[in-house]
């Protein structure tokens, strides 16, 4: 089956240390997308990639930063995690067209300690 | 994209229909709205959406207002499965998650 999938499911990094998130489709979907999940939050979105352009949202931190290498891959990558990065990341992909439905992936859930 | 408004929880019965409010009264004429919910811990499941007309899939039913100002979603026979956290979402082709509705379905 086509889908969204973000390894690992599970990552723990320590403070200060950078750590890399994953995310693959096998949809061939032209926008990636990352949001981040807080406790008992909504997910928001931090940005997103249209084919090779990214899309940065004005309030995502420069903390935050992310790669497109392919069609089929992104990366979120945190180069200097805090205690309050502790989330679940979320990507999901759409097509990017009219009706933009978003597929999403199953989260990574991140820990700092 | 449109603010939406929710009610924060619900509680339905098993079997029952779910009916679930959404206001979004700044949405754009063409802006979807979007349906989805989220399973503790796992990522938002696509429901339904739709632009101006009802619209109906297996999973639920989609009643938009004439003016687009407000939706329900209608779960037609709620089941325990059913329970999760319930977004509306009004969009181009970017989403700003509500705050959502959290669903209970009770025995």
């Known amino acids: 089956d086509a889908m969204v999938i973000q390894n690992p499911r599970y990552q723990v990094t320590q403070f200060g240390k950078p750590v890399t998130l994953s995310c693959s489709q096998t949809l061939n979907h032209n926008v990636m997308y990352w949001y981040q999940q807080k406790s008992s939050q909504a997910p928001k979105l931090l940005f997103h990639y249209y084919d090779k352009d990214f899309n940065n949202e004005a309030d995502t931190p420069d903390n935050f930063q992310s790669r497109r290498p392919n069609t089929s891959f992104c990366f979120l990558d945190i180069r200097s995690p805090g205690l309050g990065d502790a989330a679940m990341y979320l990507c999901?992909?759409?097509?990017?067209?009219?009706?933009?439905?978003?597929?999403f992936g199953p989260g990574t859930r991140l820990t700092v300690l | 994209d449109a603010k939406t408004t929710q009610p924060t929880s619900m509680d339905c019965a098993e079997g029952r229909a779910a009916n679930l409010p959404c206001n979004h009264s700044t949405i754009s004429g063409n802006e979807y709205v979007y349906w989805y919910r989220q399973i503790h811990s796992q990522g938002p499941q696509y429901i339904i959406h739709?632009?101006?007309n009802n619209e109906t899939n297996e999973m639920a039913s989609l009643i938009i207002t004439e003016d687009r100002k407000s939706s329900t979603l209608i779960l037609p026979h709620a089941t325990l499965r059913d329970t999760a956290v319930y977004y509306c979402?009004?969009?181009?082709?970017?989403?700003?998650f509500g705050s959502g509705t959290k669903l209970n379905v009770k025995p």
């Open positions: 999901a992909t759409s097509r990017g067209d009219s009706t933009d439905t978003q597929y």
């Open positions: 979402i009004g969009s181009g082709n970017k989403f700003y």
């Open positions: 739709g632009l101006k």
